[in-house]
């Protein structure tokens, strides 16, 4: 007959529990061991060991190996070993200002570090501070040159402050045509509201290189009617090309009163806001390049201004807004980069030449009497001066 297992005392654990509670305990000991094992590998590795492309400098107990430096302008790495007998640090220097430093390297190990240096000539330690100074120099590289060139973030504070001014004056303008426009179309003057259209239409184009600060004021104020489900019918379109439509499609005032009030509302509603405006500097640039990139794509379908064909107008107020851009950053861009303020130059001098080609006398071509070899070769110019727009940032140090 077999017997029963012996039951565990009161107050004491189970021996099975026993077991595993051993067994557990050594496998923490064991996982214990293998991490202190490794982490003392991995220092060791980091002590001991080379950086990639690092300049090895040995500090024995009288001098430095080697003593004197040259390196590029630019980031460089440097391994410290210490072959002494003493616990060292090693520095570099400006006059009395430590421009980096490794201190408490132990006797046997080695430290490294990386510092972005700029041309000239450095004092190095060496070990105990009896032990004479070496030498660091660092060269002039093409990195360094063009590091010198960009300009400083406190240079686009006069630029930033003139283009506030532009914006706000233009606001102004805007506010001031729209109103004459919307206040003959309110009167159901239709052949003077066609006259006024242009004016209010071009004064919103001077100020377009913003509008992606005020998303919604810019869909109220200059949405075609093809983003909108409905299109013409749709009752979400309004703005300048809903009055465009009215009166140059339909050759009516009727029932645009209230889209005239919403429009007049919108552009001093975006005049306060320009007000608060801040724009930053790597967005000037940018916002002149998207825009007529947006002009390149309107030339080429004629889509701007689908009733009242004045696009060339609208094209040539979008360019004199991109352009105040970058003639504020003109002496910047020429310090920086005098090629590229040169091409800037062409490229607007090109565009502006293309555009008179369709202004035979004082007034613009209406646009549907261009053919489709014009409409890309303006597309196409609009492109090419965006394209060079787009290299300032980098040039200013933006990017």
């Given at each position: 007959m077999?017997?029963?297992p012996p039951s565990a005392q009161p107050g004491r654990p189970a021996p099975a529990l026993m077991r595993l509670a051993i067994a557990g305990a050594a496998l923490l000991v064991i996982v214990a061991g293998a991490a202190f094992y490794f982490a003392s590998e991995g220092a060791k590795r980091a002590q001991t060991g080379t950086a990639e492309g690092a300049l090895t400098v040995t500090i024995t107990d009288a001098t430095c190996d080697p003593n004197?430096?040259?390196v590029a302008a630019g980031p460089s790495t440097f391994t410290i070993v210490n072959n002494s007998s003493r616990t060292v640090e090693w520095e570099i220097l400006d006059g009395v200002y430590v421009v980096e430093e490794r201190e408490n390297i132990t006797p046997g190990l080695s430290r490294t570090m990386t510092t972005k240096l700029a041309p000239g000539d450095y004092d190095i330690t060496c070990g105990l501070l009896s032990n004479p100074r070496g030498k660091l120099h660092v060269t002039p590289s093409a990195a360094s040159a063009a590091e010198a060139a960009k300009p400083s973030m406190t240079a686009f504070i006069g630029p930033l402050a003139e283009y506030k001014v532009f914006l706000v004056m233009e606001a102004g303008a805007l506010v001031t045509a729209t109103q004459q426009f919307t206040d003959a179309v309110k009167a159901g003057d239709v052949e003077l509201a066609k006259t006024l259209y242009g004016p209010a239409h071009t004064a919103y184009k001077h100020l377009e290189p913003v509008a992606d600060r005020f998303a919604d004021?810019?869909?109220?104020?200059?949405?075609r009617a093809t983003y909108f489900e409905k299109q013409e019918e749709d009752p979400a379109f309004g703005g300048f090309h809903r009055l465009e439509y009215g009166l140059f499609?339909?050759?009516s005032a009727e029932g645009l009163a209230p889209v005239a009030d919403?429009?007049?509302?919108?552009?001093?509603?975006?005049q306060q806001r320009v007000r608060g405006l801040q724009v930053p500097p790597e967005k000037m640039a940018d916002s002149a390049a998207r825009l007529l990139t947006k002009v390149a794509d309107s030339a080429a379908t004629g889509d701007e201004d689908r009733y009242s064909h004045g696009d060339l107008a609208d094209f040539q107020a979008s360019l004199e807004g991109s352009r105040k851009i970058v003639t504020?950053?003109?002496?910047?861009?020429?310090?920086?980069?005098?090629?590229?303020?040169?091409s800037l130059d062409a490229a607007f001098e090109a565009t502006s030449a293309k555009l008179a080609g369709f202004k035979p006398q004082d007034q613009y071509l209406s646009y549907d009497r261009l053919g489709e070899a014009d409409r890309k070769a303006l597309a196409d110019q609009f492109a090419s001066l965006s394209t060079e727009i787009t290299k300032l940032n980098a040039a200013l140090g933006l990017e």
């Open positions: 077999a017997s029963n004197e430096i040259t004021l810019d869909t109220a104020i200059n949405a499609a339909r050759n919403k429009l007049l509302a919108d552009v001093t509603a975006l504020l950053l003109r002496p910047l861009t020429e310090k920086a980069n005098p090629d590229l303020a040169k």
